[in-house]
């Protein structure tokens, strides 16, 4: 069973180039999220998406990042016109959905993460 | 403020000795998970545990989720280099509207010494 993927692992962009961060669920999840790791600091929720749905983007900037889950092909996490404090650890988690009572979603299973230097 | 708080944040010990880790919130959880991650790479689940007073093993881990669903506990035994790395608790806030955000502690950076 493949785990979730993300490509690439390592990314570096100069200052006000774009970044993409693709993901590709674990098979059989229809859910993903994605999630920040800034040094220093614990993982922060950044979006929560479904296929062409996006569910959930309380922990997004507000400007230049976007995410999107098409019918087909890996979801994306985008950065328009990067700065420095964009530099983290950017993972991806996947779902196979069951509201458990109360709340909340099935366990989420991480990708590896992408890596993203701003110089 | 951090919703999870975990503690210690740093721990090193000699191999074979035992150690707890906590994780504590003034908040319910409807579930708690423990993760491990190593350096460059993403956090691999280690268990869930979803009911209060629910204890879950694994080999050397002992899991522990608090009566009250506000707390969690890994105890680890004997342990050995290769339980270094970091570990972080995360959980669902209970809500009835139900929360997909998983919440984060900042993690225990365990390093066990030879």
């Known amino acids: 069973n493949a785990g979730v993927m993300q490509n690439p692992r390592h990314l570096v962009r100069r200052r006000g180039q774009e970044a993409r961060l693709r993901c590709s669920p674990m098979?059989?999840?229809?859910?993903v999220y994605w999630y920040r790791q800034l040094p220093e600091e614990g993982l922060k929720f950044m979006v929560y998406?479904?296929?062409?749905?996006?569910?959930?983007e309380s922990g997004m900037p507000k400007e230049r990042f976007s995410a999107e889950f098409p019918k087909e092909g890996p979801s994306i996490l985008r950065i328009q016109q990067v700065v420095r404090g964009d530099s983290a650890a950017y993972f991806c988690?996947?779902?196979?959905?069951?509201?458990?009572?109360?709340?909340?979603?099935?366990?989420?299973?991480f990708g590896p993460g992408t890596r993203l230097t701003v110089l | 403020t951090q919703l999870l708080e975990q503690s210690p944040q740093f721990l090193s010990i000699q191999e074979g000795e035992n150690l707890t880790v906590y994780c504590n919130s003034s908040?319910?959880?409807?579930?708690l998970q423990w993760y491990r991650q190593e350096p460059g790479e993403g956090p691999v689940l280690l268990v869930t545990?979803?009911?209060?007073?629910e204890v879950k093993k694994l080999k050397r881990l002992t899991f522990q989720f608090g009566d009250a669903r506000k707390d969690s506990s890994l105890h680890i035994t004997a342990a050995q280099p290769g339980d270094t790395g970091l570990y972080l608790c995360?959980?669902?806030?209970?809500?009835?509207?139900?929360?997909?955000?998983?919440?984060f502690g900042k993690g225990t950076k365990l390093s066990v010494i030879p």
């Open positions: 988690a996947s779902s196979p959905i069951r509201r458990l009572a109360g709340g909340g979603t099935d366990t989420q299973y």
């Open positions: 098979k059989g999840h229809s859910h």
């Open positions: 998406l479904q296929k062409e749905n996006i569910i959930d």
């Open positions: 908040s319910v959880f409807s579930s």
């Open positions: 545990v979803v009911t209060g007073g």
């Open positions: 995360a959980g669902h806030p209970y809500s009835g509207a139900g929360s997909y955000q998983l919440t």
